[in-house]
């Protein structure tokens, strides 16, 4: 069965501590819940869950729905985006099963990527390797006045969202609008169809601003 691979990216750095944190791991249980009740999300989504901070790690593979054990995180460190980008791409490259002249491949991955920070490694090398990789979905969401959206903004093909503070309401939002999006989605794919674009998601909610589109 051919699977659509979601990978969010969540910033843990030490400026999560606290209420963002707690928001973001209330989200993903949220958004984990809210997935397996949907029949078709349920037969094909696939979550990863990846963390950066003063590095970035897979916390959990790729895994399907009915397995997926929400994990549990912890703010401290630095901002390091760049290792992140680099990160999911190359588990993309382990994980994501391409399409050969035989057998049709796994859909193109969904990328969920949140920060509230401002990047403290070099970004060039993890956005060199990320645009290598053929994505179907990207949403980049500035959590906060302190995120830099201008790195979010170089990331071809990404939606860049902003939410105005990043307290429990606005990452509730945020997770909320994640859900709708994987539903969505995973309900293309049953229909045989790539997943769409931006354009074919529910609107984002009064929290989320649509910064490039």
Known sequence: MRKLPVYLLIDVSGSMHGEPIEAVKNGIQMLHSSLRSIPQALEVAYLSVITFAD??????????????????????????LG????????????????????????????????????PTDNVDKGLEAFNAVSWGMVLACAAGPSADTSVLQRIPKAEVLQLATA?????TAYFKFI???????????ESGAQP???NELPPPPPEISLLKH
């Open 83 to 118: 290792a992140a980008l680099l990160e999911v791409a190359n588990a993309a490259k382990r994980e994501v099963k391409k399409s050969t002249p035989e057998e049709k491949g796994d859909w193109k991955p969904l990328v969920f990527i949140m920060t509230d920070g401002i």
């Open 167 to 171: 307290d429990s309401s606005s990452i």
């Open 179 to 189: 859900s709708s999006s994987i539903a969505t989605s995973s309900k293309k794919v």
């Open 55 to 80: 590095s970035a790690k897979q916390i959990i593979p790729l895994t399907e729905v009915a397995g997926f054990k929400p994990p549990t995180l912890k703010a401290s460190g630095q901002t390091c």
């Open 196 to 198: 769409g674009s931006f």
